[in-house]
């Protein structure tokens, strides 16, 4: 109920794009257009990026001896940054050399269109005016996008991005990736142990139940994923650790939000015999660079 109560509530083009994800004979979704991301309450609002750093980096700060990511100069890389270049602008504002992503819905013609400057990048330059100082007049950020933005249209697996990376992002991308260990291998080539990362992932099942693991648990991962399509790779975040140690990264992960008491289901024994109770009910959890 609550889920069919949240679908009313989004604009038509939203929900569409939401229920053709999920239904088993589409299962994509059709290519965004300026209209359907200007009217989407989460791809509407770029300050979104800044926000989720502020806590994600707030979080770190308070658990480990993280130091704010410095993107003056620096070379950033991010995996599956959505239509909109997801960090990117908040990384060229804030002076990165150049930024560069993976993305296999990306459209640059959608990103550099006069709707998208207007009625996106126009109060987002000054949203970070506010939060960064005013670093650069609109014009000098529209020019520093098309300059230092490279997106790829593919999978970040797959993708002409090689060299050494800085600085490495992603958000709510990583439990979506089918295999993930080809993404993580290619984090390997691209990293030093010097690169600082930062991943937020989301183990939940990405709908608005009153428990983020309603439904999940109460079969084999591969049972899921052949009743609801290959959304979410049901990967634990035990599983995304072992999977960075393997590939030679140190890395940590700290859990930023645990929710073990609204779940009601009967768990399988092949998740019990997997993994403990943090792993099983942690919903959202930060893997980040050890270096600092
Ligand atoms: C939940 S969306 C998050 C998008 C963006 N990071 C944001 O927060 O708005 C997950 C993204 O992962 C992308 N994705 C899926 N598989 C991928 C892959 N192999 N490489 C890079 N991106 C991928 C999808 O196209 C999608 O845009």
């Given amino acids: 109920m609550r889920l069919l109560r949240h679908l009313a509530s989004l604009p038509p083009r939203e929900t569409w794009r939401l229920v053709r994800r999920r239904l088993p004979v589409l299962r994509n979704a059709p290519p965004w257009t300026a209209a359907d991301l ?4 989460k791809h509407r609002q770029g300050v979104r990026f800044a926000e989720l750093l502020l806590r994600q980096e707030a979080i770190l700060t308070r658990e480990t001896n993280w130091k704010p990511l410095d993107f003056e100069a620096v070379r950033v890389v991010e995996i599956g940054c959505g239509p909109l270049a997801g960090y990117g602008p908040l990384a060229v504002f804030r002076g990165a050399a150049s930024y560069e992503s993976a993305e296999p819905e990306w459209d640059p013609d959608l990103f550099t269109g006069g709707k998208i400057a207007q009625e996106y990048l126009y109060p987002l330059h000054a949203d970070f005016c506010a ?25 970040f697996e797959a993708a002409p991005i090689g060299g050494q990376a800085d600085i490495v992002l ?3 991308c990583m439990e979506h990736v089918f295999p993930l260990e080809a993404t993580i291998d290619k984090l390997a080539e691209i ?6 990362f930062l991943h937020l992932v989301d183990f939940g099942n990405h709908y608005l139940t009153p428990s983020p693991f309603e439904g999940l648990y109460e079969q084999p991962p591969e049972a899921y994923i052949a009743r609801r399509g290959k959304a979410i790779n049901m990967l634990r975040s035990s599983d995304i650790l072992t999977l960075f140690e393997n590939s030679g990264i140190p890395a940590r992960m700290i859990p930023s939000r645990v929710v073990p008491d609204a779940y009601s289901g009967t768990i399988h024994a092949w998740w019990r015999e997997r993994y403990d109770d943090e792993a099983l009910f942690t919903q959202l959890a930060l893997v980040a660079s050890t270096g600092e």
């Fill in 170 to 172: 992603s958000q709510s």
């Fill in 38 to 41: 200007l009217a989407s309450v």
């Fill in 191 to 196: 990293q030093t142990p010097q690169t600082r």
């Fill in 131 to 155: 939060l960064y100082g005013p670093r650069m007049d609109f014009e000098t950020f529209r020019t520093a996008l098309r300059e230092k933005i490279a997106v790829h249209c593919s999978g």
